[in-house]
């Protein structure tokens, strides 16, 4: 059966095809509505947003790390500059296989396998993202030429011109100064991560630690239009940064160096004071190394050398070696039986050659076995009588007797500025109770009173202790900076001045001392000869090893590093000090034959004119300029 012929209906056909149109044209409004919208999202709603990325992808901020303060001597010397160098540095980011690369500049360079362990080591340490790493310092110019060759190698690498720290004077400010080294993953943690963006040094001792923040400045910026693949094409705006603030130090070169040359090369430490200022005016600690090897990362082996030499270089011993200061606080201990009361400058002691405590039969010997019979104060220092200050140490007791060595400096840091300094150890009965869990024993208050036992005192503190006697209890705080970018350092934490009683007890321990030097039996009258102006002095002898008792001290029997240290501090002139010294030599032995006659070399070198004659400062004749001017 065949099928009917179905009649096309047109008008059905063209209602569907107007529906379609219809739908096909409400669909496309809408489309064109939500991109008309994102449109609007996109360029109204977020143009800042959208703006600010493009921005960041065409312009880029660079940090313009600030310029060093510069650290010069009283006398305007140079010690601590800036100087020209030209380093290897990576951007992790923009290297890709950073490894490979580094296989590259160890190929293309030449350079051993040790050396590409030292720069993966760099490339490891913390560090902000895209910040190039500085990983070899100081090129040569065939190093730089071939890494210009070989630049199309080299992705995220390029070689950067920069200002490095130098020290001209090399080993004679390495203690005083200290030196600059890399920013390392614990500093990274502490340091303002603006201010030292582009920065990859920091000062690690001495003065260059201290004053970091007023050395350093304040970091600049500059913005840069670069292309894709992030070559700068212009500078958009540049904010200049501050460069750090220039130190003059009370250091005198001079008398550095004749403090260096009077040590003669033993192992030891110098330090010189103006008690009227508390000025470092000399700061020697031997042997000492050359700062400069650490600025750009020194080898291991270099490191090692001055690490592990029984001479200990790196060892700051102005401010950390710590020695007992035997014979040298003797003048501190006759203060303070002064101004307690308990002696007068008259009262006399008699010594056989020891002393021995009541109800005791242990003699603690003087230094002079044959004894010295009676003896005054001025007797006992003149004589470093230990027998006088054995009985003194006694009648103070152990309680007066750290109390008033605390007013001198003792067991505490004095220092302004010096970040290394020990604070020392000034012994107590708590100290004792604490630390030991032992009461404490009349015996050890008198080897107290020599300067002996627990005692532990630095050579700065010594110098300190010394510069309060020239000053009559005067605390000026020891500082090596004079003026920061011309202004003088400010004490924040002062410390009290000594006042005594009577305040004529200064006079009559500075007439001791002075007889120390000039007296017909003064122990060191010897360094005084030929002197044109008057020392007031004190030697004095430190054990390293215990000597049993009734046992002579035998240098022949003693192997040469457990011998006695020599100590001696003075300060001249004797009725005007202008100058405190005070010195320690290892292993010397004789305070009053070796370390005495250094005092007076360092006294020389600040006190008397080229011509050898005592400057007119210093009560000197005039000079020819000023006899002139008088005539006319």
Not at 177 to 185: A, F, S, T
Not at 578 to 606: H, L, T, Y
């Amino acid at each position: 059966m065949t099928q009917p012929i179905r009649i096309k209906d047109h008008e059905k056909d063209a209602r569907l095809v107007r529906a379609r149109v219809v739908f096909g044209a409400i669909l496309v409004v809408a489309l064109l509505g939500v991109l008309i919208a994102r449109l609007y999202f996109l360029q109204v709603i977020q143009y800042d947003y959208h703006s600010t990325l493009s921005e960041n992808n065409r312009v880029h901020v660079q940090p313009i790390p600030p310029t060093r303060g510069l650290i010069f001597d009283r006398n305007g010397v140079v010690v601590a500059d800036n100087r020209p160098s030209f380093s290897l540095s990576m951007t992790r980011e923009r290297s890709g296989d950073w490894q490979q690369i580094l296989d590259v500049i160890v190929e293309v360079l030449q350079l051993t396998p040790e050396d590409r362990v030292i720069f993966e080591k760099r490339m490891k340490q913390g560090r902000r993202p895209f910040e190039p790493v500085p990983i070899l310092f100081e090129l040569t110019e065939e190093q730089i030429a071939r890494i210009a060759v070989n630049q199309f190698r080299l992705p995220g690498v390029e070689v950067v011109a920069q200002l490095v720290r130098h020290y001209p004077q090399g080993p004679h400010f390495a203690h005083s100064v200290g030196y600059m080294g890399r920013i390392n993953e614990k500093e990274l943690k502490t340091l303002d991560p603006v201010n030292y963006s582009g920065t990859h040094h920091i000062g690690k001792t001495g003065i260059e630690r201290f004053y970091e923040p007023e050395l350093h400045g304040q970091v600049g910026y500059e913005e840069v239009e670069t292309n894709a693949r992030g070559r700068v094409l212009r500078v958009l705006k540049r904010t200049d940064p501050v460069p750090g603030k220039d130190i003059v130090l009370s250091l005198d070169i001079k008398l550095q160096e004749a403090a260096e040359m009077a040590l003669g090369g033993r192992r030891g430490a110098v330090v010189a004071l103006d008690p009227t200022t508390g000025e470092v005016l000399a700061m020697v600690s031997q042997p000492s190394f050359d700062p400069n090897l650490f600025v750009t990362g020194i080898s291991f082996k270099a490191y090692a050398e001055l690490r592990d030499s029984i001479d200990r270089p790196l060892f700051n011993r102005v401010l950390r070696g710590l020695y007992p200061p035997g014979s040298t606080i003797k003048p501190a201990v006759a203060i303070a039986g002064l101004d307690a009361g308990v002696v007068t400058a008259s009262s006399r002691v008699f010594d056989p050659g020891y002393y021995m405590l009541p109800n005791y039969d242990h003699k603690y010997r003087n230094w002079n076995r044959t004894g010295d019979g009676f003896v005054d104060l001025d007797t006992a220092i003149m004589r470093s009588n230990d027998t006088y200050f054995y009985d003194l140490a006694h009648k103070l007791g152990i309680d007066r007797l750290s109390a008033y060595m605390g007013k001198f400096g003792l067991g505490q840091k004095v220092s302004l500025d010096m970040f290394e300094e020990s604070p020392g150890l000034m012994p107590s009965r708590e100290w004792k109770r604490a630390t030991r869990r032992q009461a404490w024993f009349p015996g050890e208050t008198l080897i107290l009173g020599i300067g002996q036992g627990y005692m532990q005192a630095t050579p700065l503190q010594l110098a300190q202790a010394t510069a309060l006697v020239a000053n009559k209890g005067i605390w000026n705080r020891p500082h090596l900076a004079k003026t920061i970018e011309g202004e003088k350092p400010v004490d924040e934490n002062p410390i009290a001045d000594i006042v005594l009683r009577d305040p004529s007890d200064w006079t009559k321990v500075n007439h001791g001392m002075q007889q120390v030097m000039h007296g017909a039996r003064g122990t060191a009258r010897k360094a005084a000869v030929g002197a044109q102006y008057r020392i007031a002095g004190k030697s004095g002898t430190a054990q390293v090893v215990a000597i049993k008792q009734g046992e002579k001290y035998d240098r022949s029997k003693v192997q040469e590093r457990h011998r006695d240290h020599a100590l001696f501090v003075g300060f001249a002139p004797a009725d005007d000090p202008k100058i405190v010294v005070a010195v320690m030599v290892e292993n010397g032995e004789s305070g009053s034959g070796v370390a005495a006659p250094v005092v007076r070399q360092v006294m020389d070198a600040w006190l008397l004119a080229d011509d050898g004659r005592l400057k007119p400062e210093y009560g000197g004749p005039p000079s020819s300029t000023e006899v002139t001017a008088r005539e006319e």
